[in-house]
């Protein structure tokens, strides 16, 4: 048998930088006149001025316009605008616009400049870190996408003065979801510091993001494509994208993560994958934040068929991640779909 190799590892460096400060965003994207940018409905109307001039898409920002018909039209607004290879879309919004528009720069011409300007607590500390695209498709939550890149993060903590108590909330979860997997001071240092981070002071909101942004680096750094130490990332992600779904997306991805993650770990609890400390002081971190922890299922035969359509299953089960201990994660695969039912039925 001959083989021959196709080495395609390192040939295209992909390394970018993750900026972190407050008000400079202006000054920033005065630096990108010639590229397109994609703006969420939201930022529009409160930084509608950061646009003037600009060639923007306004998109709606919600799980449901998070839609390959939503790709469809950055795509045209790509075409229409002449838009070539070397062009760059400005994503400046929160998970859903960075999602989407980091998928349709993967696609457009087989992949252009995109660049991430998140607004949200939760697409700063995760998902405008680390390429992963995509949107939702049919009844499943981003299961259609592409590891794309972007060329640079900017992470303005002045956004957050505008966010909402809710989408603060929203991204908290994510946070937390940090400290639990992969540093025990970290957590603890949330919850001595609940008064602070409520009042958002600036100053321990801009070391929490970077201390989120700084693991999700690491993990990113050594498992681009989600082979290995990237998985543990998804804790609370299956049960919370099932939750999202469930719920027609009135609950919010954060929400579902943080009751995602309480019951995951009950489940292991029960499996014998964690440890009774973990779901305790779980279940306290999520309380002084006021997560809920428990969802009720609206419909059983839904909820159980999103849960196996998950991205990480495979055909021989699901593959959920647990907080063994507080600072320390695994993962398991080849879960039974129906134990999980024992377990919330
Ligand atoms: N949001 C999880 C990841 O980027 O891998």
Same mark, same amino acid.
């Given at each position: ?5 196709? /080495? ?18 202006? /000054? ?39 839609? #390959? ?10 075409? /229409?605008?002449? +838009? ?13 616009? $960075? ?26 500390? %995760?998902?405008?870190?680390? $390429?992963? @695209? ?8 981003? &299961? ?17 003065? @505008? ?6 909330? &929203? ?31 600036? %100053?321990?909101?801009?070391?929490? #993001? ?34 999202? @779904? ?12 943080? @009751?995602?993650?309480?019951?995951? &770990? ?18 306290? #971190?999520? %309380? ?25 299953? /495979? ?10 201990? #507080? ?14 039912? %024992?377990?919330? +039925?």
């Amino acid at each position: 048998m001959r083989k021959i190799h196709v /080495d395609l590892e390192k040939q295209v460096d992909e390394s970018y930088d993750i900026n972190l400060s407050s008000g400079f965003i202006e /000054d920033t994207l005065s630096h990108y006149e010639d590229a397109f940018f994609l703006a969420d409905s939201t930022v529009y109307a409160f930084y509608g001025e950061l646009f003037q001039g600009r060639r923007t898409f306004v998109l709606e920002a919600s799980e449901k316009a998070k839609s #390959i018909e939503s790709v469809i039209s950055v795509l045209e607004f790509l075409h /229409d605008g002449g +838009c070539r290879r070397d062009g760059t879309l400005v994503a400046v919004g929160g998970g859903i616009t $960075g999602d989407l528009g980091g998928f349709a720069a993967s696609l457009y011409m087989r992949g252009i400049n995109y660049v991430q300007v998140p607004t949200t607590l939760l697409s700063m500390v %995760d998902s405008s870190v680390g $390429g992963k @695209t995509g949107v939702n498709f049919l009844t499943s939550k981003n &299961n259609i996408g592409a590891f794309h890149q972007p060329k640079a993060v900017y992470i303005d903590t002045d956004f957050l003065k @505008t966010l909402d108590d809710d989408e603060f909330l &929203n991204g908290m979860a994510e946070v937390v979801k940090y400290g639990a997997i992969f540093d025990a001071d970290f957590f603890d240092m949330l919850l001595e510091k609940k008064a602070e981070v409520i009042a958002r002071n600036q %100053d321990v909101l801009l070391e929490i #993001i970077t201390e989120c942004c700084r693991m999700k680096a690491e993990v990113v750094k050594e498992d681009e494509k989600e082979q290995g130490v990237r998985k543990l990332l998804n804790f609370g992600h299956t049960f919370g994208h099932a939750i999202e @779904t469930d719920s027609g997306f009135a609950v919010k991805h954060g929400f579902g993560v943080a @009751t995602g993650m309480y019951l995951e &770990n009950m489940f292991g609890l029960k499996e014998g994958y964690c440890s009774e400390d973990s779901v305790k002081r779980l279940s306290e #971190i999520l %309380d002084a934040y006021g997560f809920d922890k428990e969802y009720k299922i609206k419909d059983k035969d839904a909820f159980f068929a999103a849960l196996s359509a998950d991205k990480k299953a /495979d055909k021989k089960g699901l593959t959920v991640v647990f907080a063994s201990e #507080i600072g320390k994660a695994e993962w398991v695969s080849g879960i039974k779909a129906d134990l999980v039912k %024992d377990f919330y +039925c």
